[in-house]
């Protein structure tokens, strides 16, 4: 039975759930997710959960990500990519110094206008759906975080106007709306050219394999990472005995001198039993990761 995290370097073209299905078929095992959505145009850290291991998709989600982003300055799409359809296109000819003070505007925490060609679900009806149907509907902003927005180099591969970014953000933000309110802002339009995620779930491309490799592994369970690999950001902590059968039952253990936080429990034998949260001196379970039998 195959359990753990398998960081595939997903290629263009495919969905995030085609990768998925993929390794189902690979791996024979139907638990199968992925933690955080990428476009089928998107290259990149794409984190594959597997069997028990999909418990932990959840806490995936929650994580800051980062990206390296072509943006196409002077073009305006539908889709805010240059997948879409053209709705306004003019040379920009705009300088490396303009484009950072543009930038500028777009760190820390900003508002985000979701857009319509996303699964946002708006009174039940997800927003590609209705953008597919030639509908508009008006979507509240929500607050989003650009930890650190760079810009690396422009313009890229001799084509005029268009710029490499670099973009580490909280959960919930679209670097494609990103690209397009960086357009907005300089007064010439703008959309994504090409996205790559570079980081995800604390994962990174040094961590990523090709589908192409995990096919032709003659046992990719060899490949897979074991789950706390998630949470390596959490400390580590031991329990035995009573305790660890207190953890194995989803019981409450009093540590009155344990700090406040979230902790990678393992047993006495070394298994991951669990993510706890300390609190008040007391340890409670937020998910258990043992194998039951």
Known sequence: MANGIMVIDKPAGWTSMDVCAKLRGVLHERRIGHGGTLDPMATGVLPVFVGR????????????????AGLKLGLV?????TTGEVLEQRPAGVTAEELEGALARF??????????????KINGKKLYELARKGREVDRPA?????????????????????????VRCSKGT?????????????????????????????????DALTLERVQGEGEPERLLLPV?????????????????????????????????????V?????????????????????KSFFEVP
């Open 53 to 68: 291991a999909t418990r932990a998709v959840e806490f995936a989600g929650e994580s800051d990500k980062e990206y390296v």
């Open 107 to 120: 760190r820390g925490e900003i508002q985000q206008v979701p857009p319509m060609y996303s699964a946002i």
């Open 174 to 206: 679209y670097v494609r709306t990103l690209c397009h309110d960086i357009g907005r802002a300089l007064g010439c339009g703008g959309c994504m050219a090409s996205l790559r995620r570079t980081m995800a779930a604390g994962f990174t491309l040094a």
């Open 142 to 166: 929500r607050p989003v975080t650009i930890h650190e927005l760079e810009l690396l180099d422009g313009p890229a591969g001799g084509e005029p106007d268009l710029w490499q970014i670099r």
């Open 266 to 286: 393992y047993g006495a034998g070394g298994a991951f039993l669990a993510l706890c949260r300390a609190r008040g001196g007391k340890l409670t379970t937020v």
């Open 228 to 264: 706390d690999t998630c949470f390596q950001g959490r400390p580590a902590l031991t329990v035995a005995g009573q305790e660890e059968k207190m953890v194995r039952n989803g019981m409450t253990l009093v540590k009155p001198g344990l700090s406040p936080g979230e902790y990678r």
């Open 77 to 81: 799409t539908n889709t805010q990519d």
